[in-house]
């Protein structure tokens, strides 16, 4: 089934050239954790996250340093820079000259509703910017946080309650261009409240499993609280937030997006998990390859297996791969053995391998 049958429809909003909304594919976002001041470092982070397949890409600005250097990263990358602003509504209002193509704020925590509307008035004259509305459960209205602790209202609905009101600001000021998202603590109460707000309005959204933690624990949370929803069809773009560096937010959105077969960019590394067969040190191996085709945006599927008897016929379905043997191994397409060669030039083989199955398929 296409992609775009199984999602909730939206509207389509633009970041600059870059469309968003149930019409596209799921575009995969980072965000920075250069300091933004350092204008050289964040341009090449950013662009290590492009080549990596990154859509979009989100920065801090705290400050008017960090404002500063904002014209020279946005002129210098080829993709959206969202720039992310808390508490100052009038850094906001100046980062809109700055070539960003999207503004994220909480407009809970912008000052006041008479100064988000300002910031609203200011945004018409930058058709290309995209607003992102991101509510936070811990910074909810007054009046909304009462009902809540007093029972009435449950979180999630206050949340999405606090989003539908801040999105109907920005209609009545006659801005559209515009997703939101919804940061909560846990995982399943991130989902109940995305749910609830798909269901309540068709702004795209922007998932994301907010301090999801250490890349381990930050996978597993972000693979099952955005992976639940992307299954359902909700979500139009999403960042995995993990503690480390963002490349691997980037590769974790795409294995993400992989095994929902969503989107298939960039290749598929299968590997055995080991066993008392295993000869070759392939956890080394296996790193290695991973590094390797890290940055090939097309789909192809790699194994890296751990004996020749095994491994080959095992993985059979992989349109390249490799096996380890007693102190050789071996390079195989599609089950089939094409070449033996010793440890030592096991990955060099692979690498010459790949390069030519890549050069073949480019040619058909
Ligand atoms: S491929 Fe070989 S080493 Fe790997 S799990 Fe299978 S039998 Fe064990």
């Given at each position: 089934m296409p992609e775009t049958e199984r999602r909730r429809p939206t509207k389509t909003i633009h970041l600059g050239n870059l469309l968003l909304g149930s019409q596209y594919p799921v575009r995969v976002q980072s965000m920075t954790?250069?300091?933004?001041?350092n204008a050289e470092e964040t341009i090449c982070q950013i662009n290590n996250l492009v080549q990596h397949g990154c859509e979009i890409v989100r920065v801090a600005v705290p400050d008017e340093k960090a404002l500063a250097s904002l014209p020279a990263i946005t002129s210098s990358v080829s993709v959206p820079v969202i720039a992310d602003i808390h508490f100052r509504c009038d850094l906001a209002i100046k980062a809109l000259?700055?070539?960003?193509?999207g503004l994220r704020i909480n407009p809970g925590n912008i000052g006041s509703t008479d100064k988000y509307i300002a910031l609203l008035r200011e945004l018409a004259?930058?058709?290309d910017i995209a607003l992102r509305i991101g509510v936070n459960a811990g910074s909810l209205e007054q009046s909304l946080m009462k009902q809540v602790v007093a029972g009435e209202l449950r979180w999630e609905q206050a949340m999405v309650d606090s989003a539908l009101r801040y999105a109907k600001i920005a209609e009545e000021e006659g801005f559209e261009n515009m997703k939101i998202s919804l940061k909560a603590s846990r995982v399943m109460q991130t989902v109940r409240a995305y749910r609830l707000l798909s269901s309540q309005c068709d702004y795209p959204l922007h998932l994301g499993i907010t301090e999801a933690g250490t890349p381990l624990r930050g996978a597993v949370k972000s693979s099952i609280g955005i992976g639940m929803l992307l299954s359902e069809g909700i979500g139009d773009t999403f960042r995995v937030s993990l503690?480390?560096?963002p490349v691997l937010e980037v590769k974790t959105a795409y294995e993400i997006l992989r095994a929902l077969e969503i989107r298939k960019r960039g290749p598929d590394l299968i590997s055995c998990p080991t066993c008392?067969?295993?000869?070759?040190?392939i956890i080394s191996l296996v790193e290695k390859v991973d590094e390797y085709i890290s940055t090939i945006p097309r789909h192809i599927k790699v194994a890296v297996m751990g004996c020749v008897v095994n491994g080959p016929g095992e993985a059979r379905e992989a349109d390249i791969g490799i096996s380890g043997g007693k102190d050789s191994g071996v390079i195989f397409k599609k089950g089939q053995v094409i070449r033996k060669v010793p440890y030592e030039r096991l990955f060099q083989a692979f690498q010459e391998e790949l390069k030519r199955l890549l050069e073949e398929s480019e040619d058909e």
């Amino acid at each position: 089934m296409p992609e775009t049958e199984r999602r909730r429809p939206t509207k389509t909003i633009h970041l600059g050239n870059l469309l968003l909304g149930s019409q596209y594919p799921v575009r995969v976002q980072s965000m920075t954790n250069t300091s933004t001041e350092n204008a050289e470092e964040t341009i090449c982070q950013i662009n290590n996250l492009v080549q990596h397949g990154c859509e979009i890409v989100r920065v801090a600005v705290p400050d008017e340093k960090a404002l500063a250097s904002l014209p020279a990263i946005t002129s210098s990358v080829s993709v959206p820079v969202i720039a992310d602003i808390h508490f100052r509504c009038d850094l906001a209002i100046k980062a809109l000259k700055t070539g960003i193509k999207g503004l994220r704020i909480n407009p809970g925590n912008i000052g006041s509703t008479d100064k988000y509307i300002a910031l609203l008035r200011e945004l018409a004259s930058f058709p290309d910017i995209a607003l992102r509305i991101g509510v936070n459960a811990g910074s909810l209205e007054q009046s909304l946080m009462k009902q809540v602790v007093a029972g009435e209202l449950r979180w999630e609905q206050a949340m999405v309650d606090s989003a539908l009101r801040y999105a109907k600001i920005a209609e009545e000021e006659g801005f559209e261009n515009m997703k939101i998202s919804l940061k909560a603590s846990r995982v399943m109460q991130t989902v109940r409240a995305y749910r609830l707000l798909s269901s309540q309005c068709d702004y795209p959204l922007h998932l994301g499993i907010t301090e999801a933690g250490t890349p381990l624990r930050g996978a597993v949370k972000s693979s099952i609280g955005i992976g639940m929803l992307l299954s359902e069809g909700i979500g139009d773009t999403f960042r995995v937030s993990l503690t480390g560096d963002p490349v691997l937010e980037v590769k974790t959105a795409y294995e993400i997006l992989r095994a929902l077969e969503i989107r298939k960019r960039g290749p598929d590394l299968i590997s055995c998990p080991t066993c008392g067969r295993t000869q070759i040190d392939i956890i080394s191996l296996v790193e290695k390859v991973d590094e390797y085709i890290s940055t090939i945006p097309r789909h192809i599927k790699v194994a890296v297996m751990g004996c020749v008897v095994n491994g080959p016929g095992e993985a059979r379905e992989a349109d390249i791969g490799i096996s380890g043997g007693k102190d050789s191994g071996v390079i195989f397409k599609k089950g089939q053995v094409i070449r033996k060669v010793p440890y030592e030039r096991l990955f060099q083989a692979f690498q010459e391998e790949l390069k030519r199955l890549l050069e073949e398929s480019e040619d058909e």
